[in-house]
């Protein structure tokens, strides 16, 4: 059953598209990763899955329904996490139970929902703190703790782990994992760390200039596409020049799928027009894969197998090339 | 400065001997002047929240007229509500010149137009995530906005005090709509501006030194009111535990 079904969906601030989505839909039960750079319209869209704005054009049906129609009934059963989110004043608790004393819960039942999840993700303790006195990750685990307590059938969350050290990271990545685990439970979220999105689900969702790619966005650069001498170049922040395929020009994004870069110790002579010198910056297990990290002017991933790897004896420092088709550059 | 503190000093006599015109006045001051701003509170706080959370056409423009009304002058106020309130006028009928129920609504006139135009002020300048959250919480639109009312308390409270303010101490309006009747619309203001007149200086010091305890008092209430850790929605026993 899908519970979201996004067809043809526009939202503008202005005269500006930040949401172009023709189709995307979430169905009951998934875990699902939305990664992409910033303005890419990440934010956007969850406020509309979470009907707190409406498309400008193009139809999000909720559970089989318009999401124009019923929309309290709908706000019940989604919350959303945001991406700088506000506490209430008061203290811990006050905060975690918000939404229930929302939802007309009495204060017995209350307690009864909210300390058995506090209690499991270590924020009993502090339910008596006030929020003023919280750091930056606790304030963010009780944001998501306040949600998780609803016990809502879709779960938004927008960037939970954005600024937050590696402990909290963590610790928030096994909360969202868990209840991603639990039976009927919709979990979408937003990323802008590209590593993240891989470490918690096999699909990530693309979004780049508002819309939905399917080029994975690991290598994602800011651009200028120029025409010269017959062929389109993207010009990197730092004067490192991409060839490209492209119809238009101007500002805009590239994205170099981590698959479609060759990795060689020499310049290789083909017919790939990009061939970038580098040097390893580090070595990553990506699932079953190399992710070869390489500083040629701008950061980029390669995948290559553990067999390439252990064959080209990969050393941090060492120089290498890069070689990619104009052709597999894909431009937002 | 004998005359001054001779009257200072007949003053305090006057308030420790708890003389009983005194305090008929005072009290008749508090509780119109707490009636008026009760009044405009339960009507100036809700349409503030309103006006200020919606974006409307003409809104700013309300707005010039709400901070325009601010600066309204008593006799103007008293000159307008004694129109309407006159025997020729439209609530003529309902007999209300000179008696407290004018002073009442006069200084609710006066006030409402203040505590709006502040709360507003206090209500737009509040984090703008507040009323998204309660939302994405689950929270009704009017949940939303009390939760908004109670992230802004402090400044909620202050556009109500300055509003007791302005209604505590005016002297235009009550004079206009109540006339000073002694033992009926009489209050402090009033009463200084009459007892002056008559050389009363020591009553009309005393009763100015009144006016000041009570303002003080009636303020301290307002903050430790808005120092509780007040919460609209949540339920009470989870701020006690």
């Known amino acids: ?61 909720f559970q089989g329904t318009p999401g124009s129609k019923n929309i309290h009934r709908s706000i019940t059963d989604v919350t959303l996490v945001m991406q700088t989110p506000y506490l209430f004043k008061g203290t811990v608790l006050q905060n975690v139970c ?62 939970p782990t954005a600024h937050l050290d590696s402990i909290h990271v963590t610790v928030i990545e096994q909360i969202i994992s868990e209840a991603a ?64 395929v492209a119809e238009r020009e101007g500002d805009g994004s590239i ?36 992710d ?21 004896n990969l050393v941090m420092g060492q120089e290498i090339f890069l070689t990619f088709k104009a052709s597999a550059v894909e431009v937002f | 400065m004998d005359f001054l503190f001779e009257s200072l000093k007949e003053a305090f006599i006057l308030i420790v001997s708890l003389d009983r015109e005194l305090l008929g006045i005072s009290w008749r001051s508090v509780w119109i002047a707490l009636s008026s701003t009760t009044l405009a509170t339960l009507v100036g706080v809700p349409l503030a929240m309103v006006i200020a959370v919606r974006q409307f056409r003409g809104k700013q423009s309300l707005l010039v007229i709400l901070n325009t009304l601010m600066a309204l002058p008593t006799v103007v106020v008293g000159l307008l509500v004694y129109s309407f309130l006159c025997r020729r006028g439209v609530l003529g009928d309902l007999e209300f010149l000179y008696t407290p129920y004018a002073m009442i609504i006069g ?73 000073n009747i002694k033992n009926y619309t009489r209050n402090i203001t009033t009463a200084i501006a009459f007892e002056t007149s008559r050389g009363e200086f020591a009553l009309a010091l005393a009763l100015g030194i009144i006016l000041l305890l009570c303002a003080f008092a009636i303020n301290l209430i307002f903050q430790a009111l808005s120092r509780l850790n007040w919460n609209p929605v949540a339920a009470p026993a989870l701020r006690a535990r």
Request: charged share 20%; aromatic share 6%.
């Open chain 2, 107 to 179: 200084q609710w006139v006066l006030a409402t137009p203040l505590i709006m135009a502040l709360a507003v002020s206090a209500v737009q300048g509040a984090d703008e995530r507040i009323g998204i959250t309660a939302r994405t919480l689950g929270a009704s639109r009017i949940q939303a906005l009390l939760s908004i009312a109670g992230e802004v308390r402090t400044g909620i409270i202050a556009a109500v005090v300055a509003g007791f303010g302005r209604v505590f101490a005016e002297v235009g309006v009550s004079m206009m709509l109540g006339g």
């Open chain 1, 98 to 159: 918000r939404g229930l004393a929302f939802r007309g819960m009495k204060k017995d039942r209350m307690l009864k929902r909210a300390q058995p999840v506090m209690e499991k993700l270590g924020l009993w303790e502090l339910y008596r703190r006030d929020v003023s006195a919280l750091s930056g990750g606790e304030r963010r685990k009780v944001a998501v703790v306040r949600s998780l307590v609803l016990d809502t059938d879709i779960l938004l969350l927008d960037e």
């Open chain 1, 292 to 312: 070869v990290v390489v500083d040629a002017g701008a950061i980029f991933h390669s995948f290559i197998t553990h067999a390439s790897s252990r064959k080209m």
């Open chain 1, 181 to 244: 685990r639990k039976a009927g439970k919709t979990v979408i979220m937003t990323t802008h760390d590209i590593h993240q999105a891989h470490r918690l689900v096999d699909d990530v969702i693309y979004l780049a200039g508002g819309g939905v790619t399917h080029t994975p966005l690991w290598n994602n650069f800011k651009a200028v596409i120029r025409a010269a001498n017959g062929v389109k170049k993207a010009e990197l922040a730092g004067g490192l020049e991409v060839y490209v």
């Open chain 1, 255 to 290: 994205a170099i799928h981590p698959k479609d870069i060759i990795l060689s110790y020499e310049p290789i002579h083909s017919s790939a027009l990009n061939c970038l010198k580098g040097r390893i910056t580090g070595v990553n297990d990506v699932n079953s894969l190399v």
């Open chain 1, 1 to 61: 059953m899908k519970v979201y079904e996004c067809n043809n969906v526009k939202k503008y601030y202005g005269e500006i598209l930040a949401l172009d989505i023709a189709s995307l839909s979430f169905d009951k039960g998934g875990f699902y990763i939305i990664y992409g750079p910033n303005a890419a319209g990440k934010t956007t869209l969850l406020n509309l899955l979470a009907f707190l704005d409406r498309p400008d054009a193009g139809t999000i049906a």
